[in-house]
């Protein structure tokens, strides 16, 4: 090998660990709270290294984007830009616009890739997995100080809802943490379960219908995939132990735990609550929409309460539904625009694990399960923020790029 060979392969080298580092950073940090300074700082830099890329190769990353995940990303900002357009408050809508769709959705989609451009595809799907893995440890202890302080307040865990904060990143991990199962030595099997057993305090802390139902949609997809069927055997005899010493131990407090999981209709909310009202406003105006950024629904919400006696809460608390959300937003282009972008992604992932194996098969599972979790099932029943799909389709763009190269 030549000097100046040896100096290249080093420079990639350092450029791999350079560009996966900003990626895992990127998705490590994506759902925590109070460092928006460090986001900003990994951001910046993601920005500045993938302008780098596109001065040295432009037409080369251009191949990346001729896709239909790509047009159906742009016909979604198409139509959220619409939505700023047709606007009650245009001056509003277009700064939410701004800030959540095209800074933080569509320009960091297209940076992910970018970075990623010259990485295979496992060492791609390495980069998901395993930072969406790595970012367990400090949720866990976010977590367990936020559990002391509330003690020391005298607040009982379980008991409120100050912990639902973590259902995103929670349906994010337990997915990618599943994956671990497939390492069968025992070091890494006993690790498994003290970090299983942490998770589930975890989602049970949320208190959150929409998160336990998400995981267990995820996890029983995950089954039907990996044809496996000891570790959800398992998981039954634990929770029945679990839940059986519990209900020996305090038997009220278990049936509140359960009353607060099990809601499934809370508040009425497809009747006059939540979803119910936001499907009266959208009758209204199904076909044009009122305007971007949830600041819109709530103005409208609280001048038309005196009009509809029925609706359960007299201050509006979002349409708790992100179909709903995109459709009183820009009416029936928002309804068409956002399926037709959640459903470009997931017939990319099932294509996606058709087509591979090992690592790469898995992260588009891994994909596949987060969009059924967290987009389809807990946006059911959350106003699901629409930026969850960042890390998502950025890296479902860079492992396709590299399955058409192969």
Same mark, same amino acid.
């Given at each position: 090998?030549?000097?100046?060979?040896?100096?290249?392969?080093?420079?990639?080298?350092?450029?791999?660990?350079?560009?996966?580092?900003?990626?895992?950073?990127?998705?490590?940090?994506?759902?925590?709270?109070?460092?928006?300074?460090?986001?900003?700082?990994?951001?910046?830099?993601?920005?500045?290294?993938?302008?780098?890329?596109?001065?040295?190769?432009?037409?080369?990353?251009?191949?990346?984007?001729?896709?239909?995940?790509?047009?159906?990303?742009?016909?979604?900002?198409?139509?959220?830009?619409?939505?700023?357009?047709?606007?009650?408050?245009?001056?509003?809508?277009?700064?939410?616009?701004?800030?959540?769709?095209?800074?933080?959705?569509?320009?960091?989609?297209?940076?992910?890739?970018?970075?990623?451009?010259?990485?295979?595809?496992?060492?791609?799907?390495?980069?998901?997995?395993? #930072?969406?893995?790595?970012?367990?440890?400090?949720?866990?202890?976010?977590?367990?100080?936020?559990?002391?302080?509330?003690?020391?307040?005298?607040?009982?865990?379980?008991?409120?809802?100050?912990?639902?904060?973590?259902?995103?990143?929670?349906?994010?991990?337990?997915?990618?943490?599943?994956?671990?199962?497939?390492?069968?030595?025992?070091?890494?099997?006993?690790?498994?379960?003290?970090?299983?057993?942490?998770?589930?305090?975890?989602?049970?802390?949320?208190?959150?219908?929409?998160?336990?139902?998400?995981?267990?949609?995820?996890?029983?997809?995950?089954?039907?995939?990996?044809?496996?069927?000891?570790?959800?055997?398992?998981?039954?005899?634990?929770?029945?132990?679990?839940?059986?010493?519990?209900?020996?131990?305090?038997?009220? #407090?278990?049936?509140?735990?359960?009353?607060?999981?099990?809601?499934?209709?809370?508040?009425?909310?497809?009747?006059?609550?939540?979803?119910?009202?936001?499907?009266?406003?959208?009758?209204?105006?199904?076909?044009?929409?009122?305007?971007?950024?949830?600041?819109?629904?709530?103005?409208?919400?609280?001048?038309?309460?005196?009009?509809?006696?029925?609706?359960?809460?007299?201050?509006?608390?979002?349409?708790?539904?992100?179909?709903?959300?995109?459709?009183?937003?820009?009416?029936?282009?928002?309804?068409?625009?956002?399926?037709?972008?959640?459903? #470009?992604?997931?017939?990319?992932?099932?294509?996606?694990?058709?087509?591979?194996?090992?690592?790469?098969?898995?992260?588009?599972?891994?994909?596949?399960?987060?969009?059924?979790?967290?987009?389809?099932?807990?946006?059911?029943?959350?106003?699901?923020?629409?930026?969850?799909?960042?890390?998502?389709?950025?890296?479902?763009?860079?492992?396709?790029?590299?399955?058409?190269?192969?």
């Amino acid at each position: 090998m030549t000097l100046s060979n040896s100096l290249k392969q080093k420079e990639l080298c350092w450029q791999s660990i350079w560009n996966r580092g900003l990626v895992s950073l990127f998705i490590i940090m994506f759902f925590f709270d109070n460092i928006t300074r460090y986001k900003h700082i990994v951001g910046g830099l993601m920005l500045i290294t993938a302008l780098y890329y596109v001065v040295k190769k432009k037409s080369a990353l251009l191949q990346i984007f001729k896709n239909n995940l790509t047009y159906s990303l742009f016909a979604f900002v198409l139509v959220c830009f619409y939505a700023v357009l047709i606007s009650l408050d245009p001056s509003y809508s277009f700064k939410k616009f701004a800030n959540t769709i095209l800074e933080k959705l569509l320009l960091t989609i297209l940076i992910i890739p970018i970075l990623l451009h010259n990485e295979s595809k496992e060492d791609i799907a390495k980069t998901l997995i395993y #930072s969406l893995i790595a970012g367990i440890l400090p949720l866990a202890i976010v977590d367990g100080w936020q559990y002391y302080r509330e003690y020391q307040q005298g607040i009982m865990p379980f008991s409120g809802f100050t912990h639902k904060y973590k259902s995103d990143i929670l349906i994010f991990m337990t997915p990618a943490f599943l994956l671990l199962w497939n390492n069968k030595s025992a070091k890494m099997r006993i690790l498994f379960f003290v970090i299983a057993g942490v998770m589930g305090l975890m989602i049970i802390g949320t208190l959150q219908r929409g998160t336990w139902l998400s995981i267990l949609a995820a996890a029983l997809i995950w089954s039907i995939c990996k044809r496996e069927w000891k570790l959800p055997l398992l998981a039954v005899v634990a929770l029945a132990a679990v839940l059986t010493l519990g209900y020996l131990k305090d038997q009220n #407090s278990l049936h509140m735990l359960f009353h607060k999981m099990q809601q499934t209709s809370s508040s009425g909310r497809y009747g006059g609550g939540t979803q119910g009202a936001a499907v009266d406003l959208i009758m209204e105006n199904p076909i044009k929409g009122y305007g971007f950024g949830e600041d819109i629904y709530h103005r409208v919400y609280n001048s038309r309460i005196q009009d509809y006696p029925q609706w359960v809460f007299k201050h509006s608390i979002g349409p708790h539904n992100l179909t709903l959300d995109m459709w009183y937003s820009a009416g029936l282009l928002g309804l068409i625009g956002l399926w037709y972008l959640l459903i #470009s992604v997931i017939a990319e992932a099932v294509k996606g694990y058709r087509a591979n194996e090992g690592i790469a098969k898995d992260a588009w599972l891994l994909i596949g399960l987060i969009m059924v979790g967290n987009l389809f099932v807990r946006g059911a029943f959350e106003t699901v923020s629409i930026e969850n799909l960042t890390m998502l389709i950025g890296i479902a763009l860079a492992l396709k790029s590299k399955s058409l190269q192969n």
